[in-house]
C-alpha cells in the first residue's frame, strides 16, 4: 500500500538518522485515512484541550488542528521538535514543546491525550495518563499485541486494566496495519481507548484499598486467586467471596474479568 506524503513530510522523515528512530522508537504515521480515523474515534472538539505525545512530522497533529482542537504537542526529538515549530509559528491553536511527554505535568483544566504512541514508550505513556487527574479521554495508537492485551481481548487482564477498571474504561478500537508507518514495523497497531468515568464505580475513599486487592492477588502464589487472596483473608471469606463472584477456586487471576473483581472487592469488604 502506497500513500501521498506532503513534501514538508517527506523530508522532515529523512532528516531523522536511522539510528534515532530506532532510539526513539519512531514509526511515522503515513496514512492520513488512519490519522483522521483516530481524530474521529477520539471524539475531540474545537471545545477541547488536547496534549500529543510524540507528534513526530506532524501527520496527527495537522488532523487534531483540522478539528479545531487546542493542542500541546511534546516531542522529544529536537529535529522534530524545530520542524514542528517552524511550521506552527503563526498558528495560535498550537503549542510546541521540545520535551518528553512523561516529564509534563498534566494541566489543570479537563484535557485528552492522542497520540501515536512511540512502541518503546507506550507502558510510561499509558501510565502517565491513568495517573493524571484532569485527563477526560486518552486515544493512543498502541501496538496491536499491546492493545489487545490491556483491553481484555485474549480473554485476560492485565493488573493495570483491572487496578484502574472502577475509575477508566479501557476499551479496543480499530486495527491498523502495519504498511501505514514509515519505517514500516514488524507488527500491526491498533486504537486503545482509555475513557474516564464520570462516575468512579467504587467511592473515590475505597479506589486504594481496591487496588491493593488487585496487587495482593497479581503478586500472589499458589497459581489462583483464591490462593493469593487466602495469604491475607480467611479461607471462608475468600470461598465466599469467589462463590459470589462466580469464580472457582482454581480460577488463574489474569482470568478473572474486571467486573467480578469489583463483586471480590466488596464481598471480601463486607
Not at 499491546?146 to 472502577?166: E, I, M
Not at 479461607?235 to 465466599?240: D, H, I, L
Amino acid at each position: 500500500m502506497s500513500h501521498p506524503r506532503s513534501p514538508s513530510h517527506a523530508r522532515g522523515r529523512a532528516a531523522a538518522p536511522a539510528n534515532t528512530r530506532k532510539l526513539l522508537s519512531q514509526n511515522f504515521l503515513i496514512d492520513a485515512g488512519v490519522a483522521r480515523l483516530i481524530v474521529r474515534a477520539s471524539g475531540v472538539t474545537a471545545d477541547d484541550l488536547v496534549l500529543e505525545a510524540g507528534p513526530g512530522d506532524g501527520m496527527l497533529t495537522r488532523h487534531l488542528l483540522n478539528a479545531g482542537s487546542q493542542v500541546r504537542a511534546y516531542e522529544k526529538d529536537p529535529r522534530y521538535a524545530a520542524l514542528l515549530r517552524r511550521r506552527y509559528a503563526d498558528d495560535p491553536r498550537i503549542r510546541l514543546y521540545h520535551k518528553d511527554f512523561c516529564t509534563v505535568r498534566p494541566p489543570r483544566e479537563p484535557f485528552s491525550v492522542v497520540a501515536n504512541v512511540p512502541f518503546g514508550r507506550t507502558t510510561d505513556i499509558v501510565r502517565w495518563c491513568l495517573a493524571a487527574r484532569g485527563l477526560t479521554s486518552a486515544t493512543l495508537l498502541t501496538q496491536l499485541e499491546f492493545a489487545r492485551k490491556h483491553s481484555g481481548d485474549y480473554g485476560r487482564w492485565t493488573k493495570l486494566t483491572v487496578g484502574h477498571w472502577p475509575t477508566t474504561a479501557i476499551e479496543l478500537g480499530a486495527r491498523v496495519g502495519r504498511h501505514s508507518f514509515h519505517p514500516v514495523p514488524r507488527v500491526d497497531a491498533a486504537i486503545l481507548r482509555l475513557r474516564t468515568r464520570p462516575a468512579p464505580l467504587l467511592p473515590r475513599e475505597r479506589i486504594g484499598a481496591y487496588r491493593a486487592l488487585v496487587e495482593l492477588a497479581f503478586s500472589g502464589v499458589g497459581g489462583s486467586v483464591a490462593a493469593s487472596l487466602r495469604r491475607e483473608f480467611p479461607a471462608r471469606a475468600v470461598r465466599g467471596a469467589c462463590r459470589a463472584a462466580g469464580i472457582s477456586l482454581e480460577q488463574p487471576v489474569g482470568l478473572v474479568s474486571p467486573d467480578r473483581w469489583l463483586i471480590l472487592y466488596r464481598a471480601l469488604r463486607a
